[in-house]
């Protein structure tokens, strides 16, 4: 994997710049994330969450069962229309 190898393809950042970031000092996933914005697109850091951790590991030296993966928090929570349509009956009001 070069240094340009794109780790993260949401948020369009390189190896090379989380790299920058872990010798900067930020070694955790989170920290990653709140300054490239890495993990904080479409999937989530499904794709690019590992491959972040492997970098953190291979410059820090800690091994990757000792770091922490992203917190998860979904962007929304799906609701039935019928839930909906429902909430609006029970208050009366027409969809
Ligand atoms: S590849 Fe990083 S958030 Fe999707």
Redesign the pocket.
């Known amino acids: 994997m070069s240094k340009n190898t794109t780790i ?4 369009d950042i390189s190896k090379e710049e989380i790299r920058e970031l872990i010798s900067q000092g930020y070694t955790t996933l989170e920290e990653i994330k709140r300054i490239s914005r ?8 499904r ?2 969450g590992q491959l972040i951790l492997r970098e953190i590991s291979s410059i820090t030296g800690k091994k990757m069962g000792e770091l922490e993966n992203f917190n998860n928090r979904p962007p929304a929570i799906g609701i039935k229309i019928s839930d909906i349509v429902k909430g609006a009956e029970e208050n009366g009001k027409n969809c």
């Open positions: 993260c393809r949401c948020s890495a993990g904080m697109g479409p999937c989530q850091g794709t690019c």
